[in-house]
């Protein structure tokens, strides 16, 4: 109890998010709760162990891996998935990179082959203190060797997949297949 009202754990929340909402929205969810909490996929994990007659257990043992405490937005989440329901490996999350003086953080990428993704919200647009930030922002990554993918809210799935593809071809990398 909080104030007298009845509230859960972050990972009973999580658990039932993952249990009752369709994929996508759900680790939309999780994602933003992880990040606001620091709860863990593996914690929840436990709860379905402890609750296997869960209704909606199929569907949360799905959501569940899925969530990432470092996706900053729900369209990161939904760049994220879009990479992993291609079948290319779970990328990382919030990459630090440094040339030991400055350093810039890529939404989620991949580090051997250095192929990098944010997504531009509005704000990179309209701001102009934002914009110019972003402009040596973008040659330090440049510098460091990393190709970063521009991602905004009207790119389709298959824009996103092309541009990842032909990054990976760029670096010569052949991304490992999960499924």
Known sequence: ???????????RTAFDIARHLPRDLAVRHLDAL????GVKA????LLGERYPRARGLPRSRIAVPLMDGGA??????RVRLILIDD?????????????????AFIDMGYDQPKVGFDYDGEQHQTNRDRYVHDIGRAELLDREGWIDIKVV??????????????AFARRRWIPPKLH
């Open 153 to 166: 809210a009207e790119h389709s799935r298959q824009f996103i997949l092309h541009r990842a593809r032909a």
């Open 72 to 77: 900053e937005s729900p369209q990161e989440t």
């Open 42 to 45: 593996t914690d929840v994990q």
């Open 87 to 103: 079948g290319l490996p779970l990328p990382r999350t919030q990459i630090r990179v440094s040339d030991g003086v400055n350093d």
């Open 1 to 11: 109890m909080i104030d007298g009202i009845p509230v859960t754990t972050p990972e």
């Open 34 to 37: 992880a990040r606001a909490t």
